[in-house]
């Protein structure tokens, strides 16, 4: 199993800062196959990065992910209200389990 | 519009058995895997499942084996989750996935 650790578990910044959130996996993760998601109180998760750094329909642009094997990185370039919330990478597409990082919650300083 | 529509969640006692279902509008779900993804209150996300286009391959998590049964019906757009011999630890909402979409979730109570 690929267990993914998500870091810092908090990010306490002002909107307008630039957001930059880890994802580390404990071994190569198949094809690049990384996602990641938002998460608001209440709400489902939304899809924002497929495939590392590929956007997912509607995403602006201030979203961008990076990263390959075992290192990952979503980058917010600059924060909006609407983007204080919680954030999850997850893997998936190879062997299961697919499994998911224990979230970032990006809150506002 | 692309939608997913969780149902079947409640409350259950311990051992208890629920059938969640999840009804796909607005495109046609024969050309997706399809997953059950849950979340413990207050807590993360947690893959449990998932189903292959045709039903043709099924994977679960360790801890729902043998509890948990997915499945799928194309002709109806749906697909299911039948829940055996649950437990506090299944308390959770559970999210139907199909590729970049979410139901709104279904909240299973496991509780004496």
């Known amino acids: 199993e690929i267990v993914l650790t998500q870091s810092p578990g908090t990010l306490s910044l002002s909107p307008g800062e630039r957001a930059t959130l880890s994802c580390r996996a404990s071994?190569?993760?198949?094809?690049?196959?990384l996602a990641w998601y938002q998460q608001k109180p209440g709400r489902a998760p939304r899809l924002l990065i497929y495939?590392?750094?590929s956007r997912a329909t509607g995403i602006p642009d201030r979203f961008s992910g990076s990263g390959s094997g075992t290192d990952f990185t979503l980058t917010i370039s600059r924060l909006e209200p609407e983007d204080f919330a919680v954030y999850y990478c997850h893997q998936y597409g190879g062997s299961p389990p697919e499994t998911f990082g224990q979230g970032t919650k990006v809150e506002i300083k | 519009e692309v939608q997913l529509v969780e149902s079947g969640g409640g409350l259950v006692q311990p051992g208890g058995s629920l059938r969640l279902s999840c009804v796909a509008s607005?495109?046609?779900?024969?050309?997706?895997?399809m997953g059950w993804v849950r979340q413990a209150p207050g807590k993360g996300l947690e893959w449990v499942a998932n189903?292959?286009?045709?039903?043709?391959?099924?994977y679960y998590l360790d801890s729902v084996k043998g509890r948990f049964s997915i499945s799928r019906d194309n002709t109806k757009n749906s697909l299911y989750l039948q829940m055996n011999s649950l437990g506090v630890g299944d308390t959770a909402v559970y999210y139907c996935?199909?590729?970049?979409?979410w139901g709104q979730g279904t909240l299973v109570t496991v509780s004496s």
């Open positions: 996935v199909a590729s970049d979409q």
């Open positions: 495939g590392a750094s």
């Open positions: 189903i292959k286009e045709d039903g043709s391959e099924k």
């Open positions: 607005g495109f046609s779900i024969s050309n997706s895997w």
């Open positions: 071994q190569s993760v198949s094809n690049n196959y």
